[in-house]
């Protein structure tokens, strides 16, 4: 069982469109991080959030932790082929020592 | 600094035999953590170490695996007597305590066993 569910499970979209992903927990998390998968590579860091309502930008990436810090969302404005990938988010909890819970992912896909 | 590496990139083995994953953490990093993930899912906690002290192991981790960091530089990771459902892809990590708690992930080692 995923502490944290992810939604959707898969996304398909056109080249310039617009989407969201989202994490949610019935959990508190001290930090949660989005990571970026491609096949047959490990997960790459794009962000870590720390604070209750935080809102990052990462170029065409919005990240926002949720006010109760149970829940976030990745926001890809304009969205280009090379955003292709499976999206994970993960937590940490300081009373775990900061092991990180994962979701299952998101596998988006952005068609040319 | 490379960023953290591990080898091999990927085995393939039969039943019964036994296999060692090697993963080199970013230098100066004193915590080091292994995954596993199989396919669909995300990654799960299987072990940790902080320098060469090996501070906890996940029920997943049954008596067939054993990790070890001995110096507290790079770790290794054996699976003996490999099953069918040891197949996955085996992800190290590293963070340095104190710093930050971010882990910053290795491109992994897919086994596959026949």
């Known amino acids: 069982t995923q502490l944290l569910e992810q939604s959707p499970q898969f996304l398909s979209i056109q080249e310039g469109e617009n989407l969201t992903v989202y994490c949610n927990s019935s959990?508190?998390?001290?930090?949660l991080q989005w990571y970026r998968q491609e096949p047959g590579e490990g997960p790459v860091l794009l962000v870590t959030?720390?604070?209750?309502?935080e809102v990052k930008k990462l170029k065409r990436l919005t990240f926002q932790f949720g006010d109760a810090r149970k829940d976030s969302s990745l926001h890809i404005t304009a969205a280009q082929p090379g955003d292709t990938g499976l999206y994970l988010c993960?937590?940490?909890?300081?009373?775990?020592?900061?092991?990180?819970?994962f979701g299952a992912g998101t596998t988006v896909t952005v068609r040319a | 600094d490379t960023g953290v590496s591990q080898d091999p990139r990927h085995k393939i083995t039969k039943r019964g035999q036994n296999v060692t994953f090697r993963c080199d953490p970013i230098?100066?990093?004193?915590?080091l953590y292994w995954y596993r993930q199989t396919l669909g899912q995300g990654p799960e906690f299987l072990t940790y170490?902080?320098?060469?002290?090996?501070?906890?192991k996940s029920r997943l981790l049954s008596d067939r695996f054993s990790a070890e960091r001995p110096k507290g530089s790079f770790s290794t990771l054996e699976i003996q007597r490999t099953e069918q459902g040891d197949s996955a892809m085996y992800l190290c990590?590293?963070?340095?305590?104190?710093?930050?708690?971010?882990?910053?992930f290795g491109p992994g080692t897919r086994l596959t066993v026949l």
């Open positions: 990590a590293s963070s340095l305590l104190g710093v930050s708690y971010e882990q910053f």
């Open positions: 959990s508190v998390f001290s930090s």
């Open positions: 959030v720390v604070t209750g309502g």
């Open positions: 993960a937590g940490g909890r300081r009373s775990n020592d900061y092991k990180l819970s």
């Open positions: 230098s100066e990093h004193n915590r």
């Open positions: 170490f902080q320098n060469e002290a090996q501070l906890e």
